[in-house]
Structures are given as C-alpha cells and as structure tokens.
C-alpha cells in the first residue's frame, strides 16, 4: 500500500525517486512489510474470490488514542465557560 508515499504536488501528487525505490525493493524482496505490503499466496487470492484490493491484505489502520471522559468533560466546560465570559 503505497498509497502514503508520494510527494505532494498543486494539481498532481508525485512519486520521487525515494518512493519509488521504495516500492521496488519492497516488491524485489517479496517480503511482509507491516501496513505497507503483503506477500499473498495464491490460495489466499483465491479465498477472496480473487479481489485484489489492497485492503483485503494489508491492514493500514491506525488505532486512536481513547481520551477518558473525565478529559473530554472538563475541557467541555472549559470551552463553555470561555464562551459565556466572551458575552
């Protein structure tokens, strides 16, 4: 998934030459690289009814930080305490 690896333009975004090397050495050396690319074997495309999107084998989720509520409450009232002194 080298959908992150670009540089980015005004009209186009574009590809430079460490992007590029980037993906050819990782299709060059066939291997798993976390949240980037995946080596599938053909059973594996076969049992997605050969989809090859590349959601289906490479996980590029980005887990959230959780904010207790406790935080989220007090910076609520913060906010709202700003905006009545502002009146």
Do not use: C, M, W
């Not at 333009?9 to 590029?20: C, T, V």
């Not at 066939?30 to 080596?39: F, G, L």
């Not at 090859?52 to 906010?79: C, G, H, K, M």
């Amino acid at each position: 998934d080298a959908s992150n690896e670009f540089v980015k333009g005004k009209n186009q975004n574009k590809l430079s030459p460490e992007n590029i090397n980037k993906i050819i050495e990782t299709y060059r050396n066939r291997k798993d690289v976390e949240k980037y690319a995946h080596v599938a074997s053909l059973d594996e495309i076969k049992e997605n009814d050969y989809n090859l999107n590349i959601p289906r084998y490479v996980d590029t989720f980005e887990e959230e930080e959780v904010i207790p509520l406790s935080q989220v409450a007090q910076e609520l009232a913060e906010v709202k305490a700003e905006i009545a002194s502002s009146y």
